[in-house]
């Protein structure tokens, strides 16, 4: 993970819950501005890769303005998603 990049909890307009690496990438006006990479849904306190059911990327663009707000995941979900991962570097 490189230093542009932040786990955070996305609440989602649609009021998803996403736990995910985040970076905001430079786009035309009317773009998508974020990139979502690993992004896992918060479903009943458990994880659940986020759209699996209909792809196999693991890096999704999004507009920002989806986004009502952002937070820093305390130690549980930071855990528990990095294990889902097989843990950082």
């Known amino acids: 993970m490189d230093d542009q990049t932040m786990i955070r909890i996305l609440v989602l307009l649609t009021n998803e819950y ?3 690496q985040i970076e905001e ?6 773009e998508p501005d974020c990139k979502l990479i690993e992004p896992y849904k ?4 458990e ?3 986020w759209c699996e059911e209909y792809t196999d990327q693991n890096e999704m663009m999004i507009h920002s303005d989806k986004i009502l707000t952002l937070v820093e995941p305390n130690e549980k ?3 528990m998603y990095s294990e889902a991962l097989g843990g950082f570097k």
């Open 18 to 20: 996403l736990i995910s």
């Open 25 to 30: 990438v430079g786009s035309e006006l009317g």
């Open 42 to 45: 918060i479903v009943d306190g």
């Open 47 to 49: 994880l659940v890769k």
């Open 77 to 79: 979900y930071f855990d």
